[in-house]
């Protein structure tokens, strides 16, 4: 008989939780995103050689951080589909190299502003808008005189719009308790003066927009953060003001002659054409109804050869050939790119704004809240302006980077992983 020694048993794997994050933004690319909001923010005498460079540093750290920013990217590729489109408009469009050019830039956008999301967080887009408006501030402040104008802009409806998101981006540093107290400081005096430039401006709908944004941020501050302290009361209140909001909704569709619109419009010192954007949109949907697919092409409208071009021209007191807009994202994509590039926008809108309000419920901090009130203001102001189809502009770069911040805060917050460890055995 042999005897065999036992072997012992093999030892248990230990697991561990590993959490995973990404390095934290250094303050110089703080500054770089400042930089960029600025120079997209408000026009200035040499701002392209601030610009440019500032392209080129995010393409770089696009690539370094490409363990974070590709996936990003991939999972928001629904953005990408109209700068595609615009691109290969330039094969139907009678001004090829201004498509392209127009795609090739909205494309480095989205490059742009997913490496903004995975560097930054939340808080620190915020206060790169923050400083930027301060900035801008100054710039336009010797301007005082021609706010009514337009001051910087040429345009007073853009300027105010740009001021109310100086008004919102230094109340949510003001409101935000992780901000440092200098900084929470110095944002109530840049609340007022921005307020006061919006005001001066004399636009009835930034002034809307700026009763409403600031009620709602004050709002979110003293009621809704407390309430999500408490059990389910989030959902309780949540329903409550919904079901609020839909009965006033339904009495007043139901009310008989309602005259609420025009009223309205009256007491802004609007017509019902809204300053003639009512011809602009008919001449803009008979455009588009002569290529409805695929639509004229970027820039195949505003050209001097285009008829219905030069009569809004000469309704705008402009000179023959001069690009405007239709003061309608949707009328301006379907004109350009046609039903194609209208149901690819829409489903872009519609994915963002809902990443937006999923990451505010994730998160609700002040700066979530800011975004989310920037978004929703941006998005009712589509129907009416067409700042979502400009290139290299603060009101897309809020937009579409409010839910590329939520698709990217695992990798700020860190990610949770079990991690199987085999010791060595005895």
Known sequence: ???????????????????????????????????????????????????????????VLFAINRDTTVPIALRAWLLLIVPVLCILSAGWSPEPMVAARHGAMMSLHFLIMVTIACRLTRLQIVRAVFFAGIIAIGFAAPLINTFDQGGPY???????????????????????????????????????????????????????????????????????????????????????????????????????????VDDFLAALGKDATLTNRTIIWEAGNRSADEKPLLGLGVGGFWRYDTGAAQTLNELDHKPFGTTLTFHNSFIEVRVSLGWVGLVCFVGALIWSYGRTVLGWFASQGMASSFFLTIATVILISTFTESYMLGTFDTFVLLFYTSPLTALAEKYHVGERQYVRLRPNPA
């Open 154 to 260: 040429g345009s007073k409806n853009i300027f105010a719009i740009r001021m109310l998101v100086c008004v919102l981006a230094s109340l949510a540093v003001a409101f935000e308790a992780k901000e440092h107290p200098l900084l929470r400081l110095l944002a109530i005096p840049v609340t007022m003066v921005a307020a006061v430039f919006m005001f001066v401006a004399n636009s009835a709908t930034a002034l809307v927009f700026t009763i409403v944004g600031i009620a709602v941020m004050t709002a979110l501050w003293m009621f809704w953060q407390p309430v999500t302290r408490v059990r389910h009361l989030r959902s309780f209140m949540f329903v409550l003001v919904s079901a609020v909001v839909a009965t006033v909704t339904i009495a007043l569709l139901a009310m008989p002659n309602n005259s609420l």
């Open 1 to 59: 008989m042999i005897a065999v020694p036992m072997r012992a048993g093999a030892p248990e794997p230990i697991y561990a939780i590993l959490t995973t994050r990404t390095q934290p933004a250094r303050w110089w690319e703080q500054v770089i995103v400042s930089l960029w909001v600025l120079c997209t923010f408000i026009e200035f005498p040499g701002n392209a050689f601030i610009l440019y460079p500032c392209a080129l540093i995010f393409l």
